[in-house]
């Protein structure tokens, strides 16, 4: 009713501070949601060399697996230090298995080094997995065989052939999955 006796510019005046003041508080509630969650999500670690700079943190690889041989063949300066220290830590921070590794991740204070592939695949399957920096080693392969030798280059394209049809339905399979998945 107190309204009623005021100007209808005085009105709109006090709507627009109203809503102003709403604005501005939601605004400051939603970036301190963010900025508390955000600290919350810290990582200790960011690279190999922040790794292998601290010792609250225990690393380690599958015992005989080819990371092991990385570090253990190693001339990089930080990957001598990472294997002397998991080559003398006991109890051993080799594990037997992937199964092992990722398992200690989740249970204690550990951080599990592995192939890059291995690595996103259990990434994928367990939100509580990350995977900290990029990668350590790239490694390519080929096929060796003798020069002009018609024999072997027909069981190549074999090969070939068997691997592009093997990566179409691989293709067609992701495709169906994301395709389900925008449903």
């Not at 060399?49 to 599958?62: F, K, P, R, S, V």
């Not at 790239?138 to 072997?152: H, N, Q, R, V």
Request: with cysteine; aromatic share 10%; proline share 2%.
């Amino acid at each position: 009713m107190l309204l009623a006796y005021l100007a209808v510019s005085c009105v709109l005046f006090l709507v627009a501070r109203w809503a102003f003041t709403l604005i501005i508080i939601s605004s400051y509630t939603a970036n301190l949601a963010a900025f508390l969650t955000v600290q919350r999500m810290e990582v200790p670690i960011e690279s190999v060399d922040n790794l292998a700079d601290q010792t609250a943190i225990e690393y380690g690889t599958m015992h005989g697996g080819s990371t092991m041989t990385f570090f253990m063949n190693s001339r990089y300066q930080t990957y001598q230090r990472m294997w002397n220290f998991m080559h003398s830590k006991q109890p051993s921070v080799f594990v037997k298995s992937t199964e092992e590794g990722i398992a200690r991740v989740l249970n204690s204070n550990y951080a599990y080094l592995l192939e890059s592939t291995m690595n996103e695949y259990y990434r994928q399957r367990n939100c509580n997995l990350t995977q900290i920096g990029g990668l350590l080693d790239t490694k390519g392969y080929g096929i060796g065989m003798p020069l002009d030798d018609a024999e072997e280059k027909a069981k190549v394209k074999q090969a070939a052939d068997c691997c592009r049809r093997i990566l179409c339905h691989v293709n067609q399979a992701f495709k169906e999955s994301e395709d389900k998945q925008d449903l």
